[in-house]
């Protein structure tokens, strides 16, 4: 009978153990509370800007009663899957052309949850100091993002590289859309965004454009190394907080939003990176 009753005994220490790590793992998961009236929030986000303006508004989602949890991502492929797998509760890495692309593309149920910031694209020369020195038939490498290809056009349209197509929407032109070329410029349009910054130090081509993202990641300088920056003034390249269709409306994530395009938020943002990253707050 003790021996029968030992053993009861320890079938239940076990089932308890086991109920309580059970616990402990389900407090972890997203969006779940923490313990400690924390609920806890996971955001996937490019290392530089994203990761680091997410870092400073950690201590202020905290004092809000959530404790954020910042995924990092190296390219833009992940933070959407991972999103679409409910791995995370929100992402912070994307622009909204982007989005929309990759929305269509993918067949994700996504929303933009609040515009934070943007980064103006630039143009990189190991060879050139300005964009009038840039020769005839020069060769301008940029990213395999079909929805950062319409933008970086608009931009050389802007600096008066090439002309586009009347009519075209900006944010989807091709370089089918170029009906002026007078410096008879080539497009080598099939390298990876993350890549760019490296193929700019190894000279290749004769002009590189880069996402200021990368560019901050690989330690640039996107406000003083390009020969010529996108314009930020009515730019729809907003970097905004993306989450699954619904989410917006939890209380975390409009939390989350709030914070980012606090006062304080945006100050640092200007402060931090000097014009390589504009507020825009409330687009």
Known sequence: MKKWLGALLAALLVFALAACGGNNNDENAAGEDK?????????????????????????MLKEKGIDLE??????????????????????????????????????????????????????????????????????????????????????????????????????????????????????KADVDAGLLPQIYQNGEGDAVLINANYALDAGLDPAKDPIAVESPKDNPYVNIVAVRKGDENRKEIKTLVEVLQSKEIQDFIKEKYKGAVIPAAGQ
């Open 35 to 59: 313990g400690g009236g924390l609920v806890k929030l996971k955001v996937g986000a490019s290392n530089v800007p994203h990761a680091e303006i997410l870092e400073q508004a950690k201590p």
């Open 70 to 187: 910042i995924i990092t991502f190296q390219d833009y492929i992940l933070p959407n899957k991972v999103l679409a797998d409910k791995e995370i509760d929100a992402n912070y890495f994307q622009h909204i052309p982007y989005l929309e692309s990759q929305m269509k593309e993918h067949g994700y149920d996504f929303v933009n949850a609040g515009g934070i910031h943007i980064e103006p694209i630039g143009l990189y020369s190991k060879k050139y100091k300005s964009i009038e020195e840039l020769p005839d038939g020069a060769t301008i490498i940029m990213s395999n993002s079909v929805a950062d290809h319409g933008r970086i056009l608009s931009m050389l349209q802007e600096k008066g590289l090439i002309k586009l197509k009347e009519g075209v929407d900006k944010t989807k032109a091709t370089v089918n859309d170029i009906v002026e070329n007078p410096k008879h410029l080539t497009f």
